[in-house]
């Protein structure tokens, strides 16, 4: 069975600050991780995924993620945050047992302050 | 090219009824996923579509929900005899195929039973 977990429901920063959105994983086969941004009304966008290539992951907008075996973590973080950041942002783990269906953690809101 | 569409975007229901939900893939991709999105349980797989292998319906949550998939296109969510539980956002994403990652999220329907 397949989990992720992210650590903190609401994060708040001030723009140009770092963004880090934490993100843990579980899963019984080697997984693809995603990070997933909503803004409000809208649906569901692709910021980056890891598929077993490189552990350092670039996506758009500026971020980027490190899988981190050992820590079962993929966190998610920007150098400098954006006014237009703001948003919520979801960690999903999948595996290929059969398509991707995926599994989401309950979703980090990030908040940036002038 | 166009994104992955559904409609409508938003439904009112009484409690009680039957409601259709429409998902429109991006053409030519043969996986299709139907996800709900509710303040109580966050964002769920539901079911998953492969061409015309069987569908995954393992996170149906109750007989009252089906999905179908005509043509290998177009796909329709049913939920009978709707409860105010099933009040949610329901999205819809495609991908290529069974081997791809990536997939492309619809804008959702907004459905909301009295």
């Known amino acids: 069975a397949q989990s992720v977990t992210q650590l903190g429901s609401h994060v708040s920063v001030s723009e140009g600050a770092l963004v880090l959105l934490r993100c843990n994983y579980s899963?019984?086969?080697?997984?693809?991780l995603f990070w997933y941004v909503q803004y409000p009304n809208q649906g569901l966008q692709l910021l980056l995924k890891?598929?077993?290539?490189?552990?350092l992951v670039k996506g758009i907008n500026g971020f980027e993620a490190e899988f981190k075996k050992s820590e079962t973590s993929f966190h998610l973080t920007k150098p400098s945050a954006h006014m237009s950041d703001a948003a919520e942002y979801f960690c999903?783990?999948?595996?290929?047992?059969?398509?991707?269906?995926?599994?989401f953690g309950a979703g980090t809101r990030l908040f940036v302050k002038a | 090219g166009a994104g992955v569409s559904q409609s409508p975007s938003n439904k009112v229901t009484e409690k009680g009824k039957d409601v259709e939900l429409r998902c429109d893939p991006i053409?030519?991709?043969?996986?299709l996923y139907w996800y709900r999105q509710s303040l109580g349980q966050g964002l769920e797989f539901l079911i998953y579509?492969?061409?015309?292998?069987?569908?995954?319906k393992s996170g149906l949550p109750s007989d009252r929900f089906s999905a179908e998939r005509t043509g290998g296109s177009v796909s329709t969510l049913t939920i009978q005899r709707t409860q105010q539980e099933d009040s949610a956002v329901y999205l819809c994403?495609?991908?290529?195929?069974?081997?791809?990652?990536?997939?492309?999220f619809g804008p959702g329907t907004r459905l909301l039973v009295l």
């Open positions: 053409s030519g991709h043969t996986a």
């Open positions: 899963s019984s086969v080697p997984p693809y």
């Open positions: 890891y598929t077993s290539a490189a552990t």
């Open positions: 994403a495609s991908s290529l195929d069974d081997r791809s990652t990536t997939q492309y």
């Open positions: 999903a783990v999948s595996d290929n047992t059969g398509g991707f269906k995926t599994i």
């Open positions: 579509f492969q061409g015309n292998s069987a569908p995954d």
